[in-house]
């Protein structure tokens, strides 16, 4: 397993009271897969990927439990230093706005080019071939005039590509995409999910994609895991969840949403609201919001269970709700 | 068919680019808005889609009168808008309301959701008794599902999807005929995405209102819209029922923006005819000539270079029935399937699929 | 016209903003805390509910903005000294029995003696009484300088910024002039010809070279807050120009004019004391801490006791009003919210 998430814990101090944003979170990659991470605004799925990456803000953030496996290492347990240089060039990270994830006072060369100067001890005239050759390898046009522009110079989508560049400048064997296309216009969002998922196949890497977007999942994803509240209520390869849903939760969003392909009656609406993370109800955190709910849900926090559509077949499914098997069959 | 409750003739915004700080000079102009015209009808619902830049949300301005136009027309019942002011302004922006896409800035934080709520009544006292708008705003806050007894609070209490829903209540508060919602779901979570679209289509059936509902997103326009117009660059690329744009498309552009937008159906992944459009929106300050889309066009030819392609029928389908035959500016256009055949036997319902071939 | 980029649900929201140091405000209000399903919900099984109730009692951002200030150590410290210069400028007799200007040439530079607590300046005058009745001096003088600024800078500045084209152009160049002129050199050409013993022409010059700065803030405030999509909205709605300005941009925009007028108010204090200690801002009889610095200085080796007093109520007093503005500004601060 190229990464594994292990029961990760990690909580916000803020001026209102302890807000737990991830509560015991645990998820794989492997090398050549792509891992979505669904999930809502406060879901945890953002946050939960920064502490993957080491960038959390500590404090007000504090990671208070769990383990963060990288090869068979364990990332919580290593020094900053340590951290810092995995950081960039064993895993790396694509966020979703790239005009504000790049200095605007430096050339896009130069930002690509420090990568190979700080990690790799090239000389500048070697790191600006490489940031030419770079950015040639996300398809920008006529790289070689444009590697001297400054990132503002750029459109949202070529500013993406460069963010992708930069994250793949050393050949990382993770990377995480936060909302990586959920900023750039459709046609424009088509061209950059192509783009990452021919490299991912390329380079053989795993990719974290974190999304919100239910369409950008099917379209690239292997496997999923929903979050919701901190935790992941239902983790499954991404035919079978599209299919058959094993949780309430995962099974409402995939109604709720309108479909290009056809012109539906009203809408599927979850009611209610996503939980404030300072009082997440009691039991399953989805509860208040359930069709299903039943007094267990109200008190005991749902552990994952292993879910098989038919008997002995087990396809590596699991789902955070008591009531799994009628929410696959009904 | 009834006569439309609003008509859009060949509208025209410019924004001048001047240079200079105390004289200035103009230097040029960004063409937000080129030569747009559609019609809408009494209780329907008119989607328009684009991308970023591509005029949408100013047409949407335009149509509400928070920016004049540099030409053309806006009749609503007949009577151009475009010129009005003061008293007779005043009168028609009663009619014509608007709901915006960020709930975050478009309430104001120092104000109660009562006195949000309750501003079109002091400035339009004539609709309301002053006795009465406290009712009336309650009314309001139930009719779009908020709880009444909120009326005190302010908005930075509420969620994102709430105060959307306050954003609608203050859009209702003096009846108005036309609504013109500017991505009013875009900024919220899926989930509570689908409680906003449900309570707008409700509201549609309960007090018998047009909309002009604009959008990047392909999926929710198609799900509330009758007709849909697809813009490019300033101008409608593309006019027609939903059914016409999302299955009978023959206009490239609304090809190429159908076959990007991902399903959420994986197995949709292998067999989707894919177009991957290279290159970028050009700058509407200085866009191509000829057709707007032929810089990005794989079927573009020197035609489209001299010659700007009128929205109407295409001459190819002109004569025929059948839902090919709809307005699309394209001098090559085509039919082009994009959009898999709908899922199964979840179509029925309103309007969808009752085209004859 | 480049439309605004679509805002879409990122995960940030939730949590992280949330983390910045006071801005737990967006949990736990905005998302709603218990969840409750109202009955009769329109939309039958599957509408959808907006139940999520509001924790609290209804709260205005200013209210919320007093709840963080009443915390604050520093406003709370800087208020007290604040309440107490005010009393002791209205009531001065309360805490002083003398006279600032009855004076014995004879107890002249003599140091401090039961009574006289602070000793006595070079003219025998009481430094005890004439810091107390100082104090007077620098209130009026920083309250009204800070009120003229705010006045007359956020209504130029308002203007420009709500109707912007030619007379925002004249008005940005004017503050650009004004800018370029130094305070203190300034004041010794202008104050220099005047004859009036009041604090007038001094307040005067104060709001003269002053209200420039509130201006742009004004301006720049009114221009962010105009674009907010409320004003639009309110526009959308028929609402005439001052109902706009009043109702819908003032509030929103007076926040960082308040502030940086407190802050100001510090500066005009201390102004005021170095245009009076360069003789040519407020004139004896007038008592003021300015003129009793100028007036000890020259004796600061033998007598540093008629330096130290008034010097330091003015920089105590400086301070407190510099730190009063500071804590509103972090109480005000949105981005802090």
Redesign the interface.
């Known amino acids: 397993m190229l990464l594994e998430v292990r029961d990760l814990q990690v909580e ?6 302890v ?1 737990r ?1 991830v509560n015991g979170v645990s998820y794989a990659v492997d090398a050549g897969e792509t891992l979505a991470v669904l ?9 939960t990927a920064q502490a993957v990456m080491g960038i959390l ?1 500590m404090p ?2 504090r990671i208070t439990g769990g383990q963060v496996l990288f090869q068979g290492r364990d990332l919580l347990r290593l020094k900053e230093e340590q951290r810092r240089r995995i950081r960039g060039a064993e895993m790396a990270m694509i966020f ?1 706005d790239a005009l504000s994830s790049l200095n605007p006072v430096l050339t896009v060369g130069a930002q690509l080019g420090e990568m190979f100067i700080v990690h790799r001890g090239m000389s500048r005239k070697q790191a600006r071939a490489k940031a030419v050759e770079l950015m040639d390898r996300v398809r920008i046009p006529a790289a070689r005039e444009r590697v001297d522009d400054y990132p503002h110079q750029f459109s949202g989508g070529m500013r993406q590509r460069i963010m992708i560049a930069m994250a793949l400048a050393l050949e990382p064997s993770l990377i995480i995409a ?2 990586p296309t ?2 750039l216009d459709v046609t424009v969002q088509a061209q950059v999910m192509d783009l990452l998922a021919e490299l991912r196949r390329e380079l053989n890497m795993g990719l974290i994609l ?1 999304t ?1 977007d239910l369409g950008v999942v099917a379209d690239v994803a292997d496997r999923i895991a929903v979050m919701y509240a901190g935790r992941i209520v239902e983790t499954a390869p991404v035919y079978e969840i599209y299919r058959a849903p094993a949780h309430p939760y995962t099974r409402g969003l995939l109604r709720s949403i309108p479909r290009l392909d056809q012109k539906g009656r ?14 997440i ?1 009691p039991g399953c955190a989805f509860n ?2 359930c ?1 299903m709910a039943q007094d267990v849900c109200r008190t005991e926090v749902p552990p994952l269970f292993e879910v098989a559509e038919a008997p002995g077949a087990a396809e590596g499914r699991r789902s955070a709700c008591y009531f799994w098997e009628e929410t696959l069959h009904g | 068919m009834a006569e439309p409750i609003l008509e859009v003739r060949d509208l025209v ?1 410019h ?1 001048p680019l001047t240079r200079g ?2 004289f200035k000079k103009q230097i040029g102009a ?1 063409r ?1 808005v080129d030569g747009v015209s559609f019609a809408l009808d009494p209780g329907e619902t008119l989607g328009i889609v684009g991308e ?7 047409v949407a ?1 335009l149509v ?3 920016e004049r136009p540099t030409s053309g027309v806006i009749r609503y019942k007949g009577e151009d808008i475009t010129r009005l002011s003061g008293r007779a ?2 009168a028609v ?2 009619n014509i ?2 709901v ?3 709930p975050y ?8 959701v009562g006195d949000i709520i309750g ?2 009544y002091e ?2 006292p004539e609709v309301a008794p002053k006795g009465d708008r406290r009712r009336r705003v309650r009314e309001l806050l139930d009719v779009v ?3 009444p007894e ?1 009326i ?3 908005p ?7 105060r959307q ?1 306050i ?1 609608i209540a ?1 859009g209702l508060a ?1 009846r108005p005929e036309i609504i013109v919602a500017d ?1 009013p779901v ?5 989930s ?1 995405q ?3 679209i ?2 707008m289509e ?1 509201l549609q059936d309960e007090f018998g209102l047009s909309y002009i509902f604009i959008a ?1 997103d392909l999926s929710i326009v198609r799900h509330i819209s009758d007709r849909v117009g697809v813009m490019y660059l300033g101008r409608l690329a593309e006019i027609g029922s939903d059914a016409e744009i999302y299955e009978h498309p023959t206009h490239p552009y609304t090809q190429a923006l159908l076959s990007a937008v991902p399903l959420p159906d994986p197995t949709a992944r292998e067999h989707r005819d894919r177009i991957i459009l290279t290159g970028d929106v050009p700058s ?1 300050a200085n866009p191509p000539s000829g057709c707007r889309f032929r810089t990005r066009c794989w079927k573009a030819r020197e035609r489209c270079e001299v010659e700007v392609p009128e929205l109407a029928v295409p001459e190819a389908f002109r004569g025929l029935r059948g839902p090919a035959a709809h307005p699309s500016a394209c001098h090559f256009a085509e039919e082009r399937q994009i959009v898999p055949a709908g899922g199964g036997g979840n179509g029925e319902g309103r309007d969808s699929r009752r085209e004859t071939q | ?16 903003a ?8 967006d ?9 409750e ?2 009955p009769g ?3 039958g ?8 109730e ?2 609290g009692r ?5 209210s919320d903005a007093w709840r963080d200030l009443r915390r604050n150590p520093v406003f709370v410290l800087s208020g007290l000294v604040i309440v107490f210069l005010v009393i002791i400028s209205i009531w001065p007799s309360l805490i002083t029995s003398g006279n600032p200007l009855s004076c014995d040439l004879a107890r002249a530079q003599d140091g401090s003696r039961p009574g006289h607590p602070f000793g006595f300046n070079g003219q025998g005058c009481d430094v005890y009484t004439r810091t107390v009745y100082g104090a007077r001096t620098s209130v009026v003088v920083g309250v009204l300088a800070s009120l003229g600024v705010a006045v007359v800078g956020s209504v130029l500045g308002g203007l420009a910024g709500f109707f912007g084209g ?1 007379w925002d ?2 008005l940005s ?1 004017i503050t650009d002039i004004f800018f370029g002129i130094p305070v203190v050199l300034g004041g010794l050409v202008l104050l220099s010809v005047v004859t009036s013993s009041t604090v007038w022409p001094v307040i005067g010059f104060m709001v003269l070279l002053g209200w420039p700065q509130i201006s742009r803030i004004a301006r720049g405030s009114v221009i962010t807050v105009k674009q ?3 004003v ?9 120009n001052p ?1 706009m300005m009043l ?2 941009i003032l ?2 925009a007076v926040a960082p004019v308040i502030v940086v007028a407190t802050i100001a108010l510090g500066t005009f204090i201390a102004l005021e004391a170095t245009l009076s200690y360069l003789g040519v801002g407020l004139k004896p009889p007038t008592v003021s801490w300015g003129i009793d610095i100028s007036d000890a200085s020259p004796y600061i080796r033998n007598s540093p006791h008629m330096l130290l007093w008034p010097a330091g109520a003015l920089a105590i007093t400086v301070l407190a009003f510099i730190m009063l503005g500071d804590a509103v500004r972090d109480a005000l601060d949105p981005k802090l919210r």
């Open positions: 916000f101090h803020t001026r209102d009271g807000a944003a999930g809502e605004s406060g879901s945890g799925k953002s946050v803000d007000p953030g979703q936060d909302e959920t900023a974190i919100h009203e809408l599927y609406a979850i009611k209610g609201l996503p939980p404030n993370l300072l009082r109800p208040p919001r069709p | 915004k924004y700080i105390l960004v937000a970023s830049g591509c005029g949408k949300s100013t301005k509400v009168n928070l302004l005043k922006r009663r309301q608007m915006f896409q960020d800035t478009s309430l104001n934080p120092r104000m109660t501003e079109p400035i339009h599902g908020l709880n909120y005190n609070r302010y930075h209490q509420f969620s994102g999807g709430q829903r954003g203050r003096l991505e875009s900024a919220l979570d899926v509570v689908a409680q906003v449900n309570l409700r990047h509407p | 016209m480049p439309e605004p980029q679509s805002r879409r649900p990122d995960d940030n929201g939730g949590a992280i949330a983390t910045g140091a006071g801005g737990g405000m949990l736990a209000t905005s998302e709603g805390g218990t969840l399903q109202r919900e329109p939309g099984g599957t509408g959808g509910g907006a139940g999520g509001a924790t209804p709260r205005s951002l200013w030619f152009a004249i160049r907010n999509d409320f639009q909205a309110a526009r959308a709605l028929g609402a005439s109902r109702r819908h509030p929103n």
